[in-house]
């Protein structure tokens, strides 16, 4: 049973570019959670999404960032226009229903903005 | 919001010997907190969770406890072994669905 995937692991990005980071939830799981970690942080709540929907989108920046989990494919987080600042660990995380429960966390993707 | 942190920042421990971290929490309607630890350049993994209607886990050599009306709770490790070091992180449920973390606590077992 693969766990979470996430690709890439690394990404750099000049200012101005977009970034897309792509997340697999675990096999059975339609529950998906997007963190961010900055260097010698913990990890800071963005977005949480079901399949096709938003539920929780209180963490992530109004501005630049988005994110979507279709009926098919990955959940995908988007950052327009990077600049410097964004440049952390982006990690999601996955779980098989709703309420406080285990998440389960992929490898997570390094984005570097130059 | 729910804020959580974690004592101490750094902890060395000889190999064998028991290490305690703890967290505090503020929010009293939190009631799920797992503990996780992440190795370089990892993702966090989930090692042991305990729900506000539990005092104390245990699993193996891990073990958390919770103190509801101090609002804390802390993971023992006994035992420890060099594959023990790593950084640790705890969170709390915050609403429905978010997890609040701590900034970890980098562990270090010397052999």
């Known amino acids: 049973n693969a766990g979470v995937m996430q690709n890439p692991r690394h990404l750099v990005r000049r200012r101005g570019q977009e970034a897309r980071l792509r997340c697999s939830p675990m096999?059975?799981?339609?529950?998906v959670y997007w963190y961010r970690q900055l260097p010698e942080e913990g990890l800071k709540f963005m977005v949480y999404?079901?399949?096709?929907?938003?539920?929780?989108e209180s963490g992530m920046p109004k501005e630049r960032f988005s994110a979507e989990f279709p009926k098919e494919g990955p959940s995908i987080l988007r950052i327009q226009q990077v600049v410097r600042g964004d440049s952390a660990a982006y990690f999601c995380?996955?779980?098989?229903?709703?309420?406080?429960?285990?998440?389960?966390f992929g490898p997570g993707t390094r984005l570097t903005v130059t | 919001g729910e804020n959580v942190e974690q004592h101490p920042s750094t902890l060395s421990v000889q190999e064998g010997d028991s290490a305690v971290i703890k967290c505090t929490y503020s929010?009293?309607?939190?009631?799920?907190f797992p503990w996780y630890k992440q190795e370089l350049g990892k993702g966090p993994q989930l090692i042991i969770d305990i729900r506000s209607n539990v005092g104390e886990k245990k699993d193996q050599r891990i073990a958390v406890t919770l103190n509801k009306t101090a609002k804390h709770f802390s993971l023992h490790i006994t035992e420890t072994q060099p594959e023990d070091s790593a950084v640790y992180f705890c969170a709390a449920s915050e609403g429905n669905n978010r997890l609040a973390f701590g900034k970890g606590n980098q562990v270090v077992v010397i052999p």
């Open positions: 929010d009293s309607a939190s009631n799920y």
């Open positions: 096999k059975g799981h339609s529950h």
């Open positions: 999404l079901q399949k096709e929907n938003i539920i929780d």
């Open positions: 995380a996955s779980s098989p229903g709703q309420g406080p429960i285990e998440q389960y």
